[in-house]
């Protein structure tokens, strides 16, 4: 069993920054594919920035140059780094670990099966 908690949200104006963290518990000696995801109000979930098992980083096209992610192995720590936001970033975001590989259309392939709570980002203009 896995567990992941997201924080780091919350209101910002356009142009500002936020840094998203997800800590993950449980099962330690298993790696997976990592990612955040986020989903507007009336929305489908949207895959915005994927972290594989050989750290190969894939961006939803709307982020690239933006966001960032990153990983602390350390201290089992999923991080999202995000730069000059826009209102259109305004979302509940939610990391997930797995076995997959995000598009930079914001799909995804395989499988998503641990998930954390979300936590909100709203950007104002």
């Known amino acids: 069993e896995v567990d992941m908690v997201e924080s780091g949200g919350g209101s910002v104006q356009a142009g500002g920054s936020l840094r998203l963290s997800c800590v993950l518990s449980?099962?330690?000696?298993?790696?997976?594919?990592m990612a955040w995801f986020r989903q507007r109000p009336g929305e489908e979930r949207e895959g915005v920035a994927g972290?594989?098992?050989?750290?190969?980083?894939t961006y939803v096209d709307s982020v690239k140059g933006r966001f960032t992610i990153s990983k602390d192995n350390a201290k089992n720590t999923l991080y999202l780094q995000k730069n000059n936001l826009k209102p259109e970033d305004t979302a509940m975001y939610y990391c997930?670990?797995?076995?997959?590989?995000?598009?930079?259309?914001?799909?995804?392939?395989?499988?998503?099966?641990?998930w954390g709570q979300g936590t909100q980002v709203t950007v104002s203009s």
């Open positions: 997930a670990a797995g076995f997959f590989r995000l598009t930079d259309r914001g799909t995804w392939n395989g499988v998503t099966p641990y």
């Open positions: 449980g099962d330690s000696k298993k790696t997976y594919d």
């Open positions: 972290l594989g098992q050989d750290s190969t980083q």
